[in-house]
């Protein structure tokens, strides 16, 4: 080597050394936290599997793309992306999935046969909470979302966080300034709510959320052509909670994930009076338009808060556990 090339050699050294000790000393060898492919070394195949999953149960049930959308806020958005929401009622604790506010939510048999095939290529590596966000990833991408990188190496929380849930879950008719703070607080600022609302563009809302606006009046603000349609759809003012009797979030392209919500809130077609308020609060309205009429502005925005939300206050290192089964803590099973 040359004396100018050695010179060069120890500078570049010197230089590497600095720029990256001090990462190293940020992070802690038990404990990187949050990475891209966390399962690289332990379970190279986990992100693979997980896509085929998704995208055969896609194939069966078209449905179960909406449940994985909307389990990454009733899970993320609730203190941690701990899987918390997958657990059942034990005789001590009520599940989050049997809170009112969880009401409608479906499908989360399927999020077991998405474990097994996980857990029979590398059993106990994966966390359920990586499953529930790696699966609301590739639902957004089967439902013409975009596709969002994503860190992994959440763990498993061992309890229900049922009771604090409505401290973190706005309901459907909730004020704009409840449901910005509640974003707010976990870091999501107001032009990526207005983006996450956009998941409305697939879906469901059962009319015991909409009978408000339909009887004993039907609230005004709703455009007329729409009333029509929900009243058929919602012919009683106190449904029988035994039927399934629903609205589709945006009839023009229900099964996209796309930006049609807005342009149906900006007509006042808006199902939920949270939707509703987005297209008219002077804080909001000006993102409703941006993203009806940018794609995508919006998949930029939705993108950039579906990353926040999913890496909110998540067990990392040795905290929580790998459950075994996504719908009970390692604890409750009994066959050991
Ligand atoms: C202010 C915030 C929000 C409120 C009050 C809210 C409320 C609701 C309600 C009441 C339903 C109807 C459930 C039913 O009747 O079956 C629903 C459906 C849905 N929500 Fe939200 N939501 C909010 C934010 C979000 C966010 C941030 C996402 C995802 C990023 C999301 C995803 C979904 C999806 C995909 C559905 C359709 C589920 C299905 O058809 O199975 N929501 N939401
Ligand atoms: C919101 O709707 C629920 C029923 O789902 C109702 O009990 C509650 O009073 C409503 N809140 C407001 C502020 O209108």
């Known amino acids: 080597m040359g004396s100018s090339k050695t010179l060069f050699f120890f500078a570049l050294m010197a230089f590497t050394a600095m720029a990256v000790t001090p990462a ?26 997980i ?29 941690s992306c701990d899987a918390s929401l997958l657990l059942d009622s034990t005789r001590r604790e009520l599940s989050e999935k049997e809170t009112d506010r969880s009401f409608g939510m479906r499908n989360f048999r399927y999020i077991e046969d998405i474990k097994e095939a996980v857990e029979r290529e590398c ?55 409840v449901v910005l703070d509640r974003f707010a607080s976990i870091g999501i600022d107001t032009p990526g709510v207005v983006a996450l609302l956009g998941a409305h563009s697939v879906g469901r ?20 052509d729409h009333v029509e349609h929900m009243l058929k759809k919602c012919p009683d003012p106190i449904p029988d909670p035994k039927a399934v009797q629903y609205v589709r979030n945006d009839r023009g392209t229900p099964m996209k994930l796309d930006n049609n919500y807005y342009r149906n809130i900006l007509d006042n077609k808006g199902l939920m009076m949270v939707d509703h308020q ?14 009806a009429n940018s794609e995508d502005y919006w998949a930029k925005e939705f993108s950039r808060a579906i990353t926040i939300l999913s890496e909110n206050n998540p067990l990392t290192g040795t905290k929580g556990e790998i459950r075994r089964q996504c719908n009970m803590a390692n604890k409750y099973h009994y066959k050991d």
């Open 24 to 49: 190293f000393a940020e992070t802690n060898e038990e404990d990187p936290g949050l990475v891209m492919n966390f399962y690289k070394e332990t379970c190279p195949q986990a992100e693979d599997i």
């Open 51 to 79: 896509r085929e999953q998704v995208k055969l149960l896609y194939k069966r049930h078209k449905n179960t793309a909406f449940s994985w959308l909307r389990n990454i806020f009733h899970d993320c958005a609730v203190e």
């Open 123 to 177: 059993p106990g590596v994966v966390s359920c909470a990586d499953i529930l966000v790696l699966s609301a990833r590739e639902g957004i991408v089967s439902l013409g979302g975009p596709y969002i990188p994503l860190k992994t190496g959440r763990r498993d929380g061992r309890k229900s966080r049922a009771e604090v849930l409505e401290q973190y879950l706005p309901d459907h008719n909730e004020s704009m300034s």
């Open 205 to 224: 809302t059962h009319c015991v959320k909409l009978v408000q606006r339909l009887y004993p009046e039907v609230d005004p603000a709703l455009n007329p």
């Open 278 to 291: 987005l297209a008219i609060d002077k804080r909001t309205k000006a993102y409703v338009k941006k993203m």
